[in-house]
């Protein structure tokens, strides 16, 4: 073969990457194309994902006590999950609506009595006084009190209705996410592979099976250590406000679900509890009794989750716990399981597996 001319070696040169710069264009052109159609699901694929790495441990005993289907596990996995949700949820929905109903009439009718202050409320710091003479004019004539603080207290209801309609929205998105974590449990294998194959593809095969291993271990110790322990706090406090006769029980577990996810200290909830049967039980064993329990059941995130968070993870329990403040701080409840999963990433890449 004659070689190359100069010039004919400048032309076949420059073809070449007028080839290689139309192909990253349309590369680009199609992931920006791919992206903008699929950004509406982000989130909800997202839920769905790590939903159904939360959820496969136990998708796989019922698969093996029922002969490994797959498919048929998911199902009644999903199944039990949103009986187990939407059962108390509308049982929830509807009380405090009969709830809120019956507060607005015993209002209008003039029925609703403010029990009297007790005077030593008077000596509370900073509050005490303001407080004391606010409960004493409800308790003299609540009317007058509700049309003073009118306008704040539309503020406040349409900020409240603002917060239950983000929510309803979220428990609904949660519902689909969960559906579609069973078809992802159901095609767990095919799942697992092509996790596997992109995180080859990203960072080698070895380092890329690592990652997928260390992501997986962090959204189920994260599950474990956040949500589950405060899944166990809201069913502790529960029932002990249940026990010893704190209205709206409910309301108050529930929210202390709520602060238990955005790790928000639990004692917010129980120390007013506290406060409240001693001021209103008659018993003083009963009071002290139900203070050491709110109290160690207040307490029980901080022996439990320095535990849980960091097993079966290969990055310190720090770094989980760091990702998991960042992440719910920038993206809510998302962002708790992928500032974890980001950061023992980040961490692995260029300490545990080296940037090579």
Not at 134 to 163: C, F, M, N, R
Not at 274 to 295: G, L, P
Request: hydrophobic share 60%.
């Amino acid at each position: 073969m004659n070689p190359l001319s100069e010039k004919d070696l400048d032309k076949l040169i420059s073809r070449r990457m007028i080839d290689l710069f139309i192909r990253v264009g349309l590369i680009f052109f199609l992931v920006v194309y791919c992206y903008q159609i699929f950004k509406p699901f982000i989130g909800l694929m997202l839920w769905s994902v790590i939903l159904a790495v939360a959820m496969y441990p136990l998708h796989a005993l019922i698969a093996r006590r029922i002969g490994g289907r797959d498919g048929r596990a998911a199902t009644i996995l999903v199944l039990a999950i949103l009986l187990s949700v939407l059962t108390p949820a509308t049982l929830l929905i509807f009380s405090f609506a009969d709830s809120t109903t019956h507060l607005v009439k015993q209002i209008q009718s003039g029925a609703l009595q403010v029990p009297v202050p007790s005077e030593s409320i008077a000596g509370w710091p900073f509050v005490g006084e303001k407080l004391y003479a606010l409960w004493s004019a409800a308790h003299t004539d609540l009317g007058a009190v509700v049309t003073k603080y009118e306008p704040k207290i539309a503020v406040i209801t349409k900020q409240l209705l603002g917060y239950a309609a983000s929510a309803g929205t979220g428990i609904l998105m949660f519902l689909i996410a969960l559906i579609l974590a069973g078809v992802w449990m159901a095609y767990n294998v095919s799942g697992h592979a092509a996790a596997k194959a992109i995180a080859g593809r990203i960072a080698g095969t070895e380092k890329g099976d690592a990652l997928v291993a260390l992501s997986i271990a962090t959204i189920r110790a994260v599950a474990q250590g956040v949500i589950g322990i405060a899944c166990l706090q809201a069913l502790l406090l529960g029932a002990g406000f249940i026990l010893v006769g704190i209205p709206a029980a409910g309301i108050w577990a529930l929210l202390v679900l709520v602060f238990g996810i955005a790790q928000i200290p639990v004692g917010l909830v129980s120390l007013p509890a506290i406060v409240y049967v001693f001021y209103t039980n008659d018993s003083t064993a009963v009071a002290v009794m139900f203070a050491v329990y709110a109290f160690v059941a207040g307490m029980l995130d901080n022996i439990l989750k320095p535990l849980v968070l960091g097993r079966g993870v290969d990055a310190p329990m720090p770094v989980i716990l760091l990702g998991a403040l960042g992440g719910m701080a920038t993206g809510g409840i998302i962002g708790l399981f992928l500032g974890s999963v980001m950061l023992a990433l980040g961490y692995q890449l260029f300490y545990g597996l080296g940037v090579s």
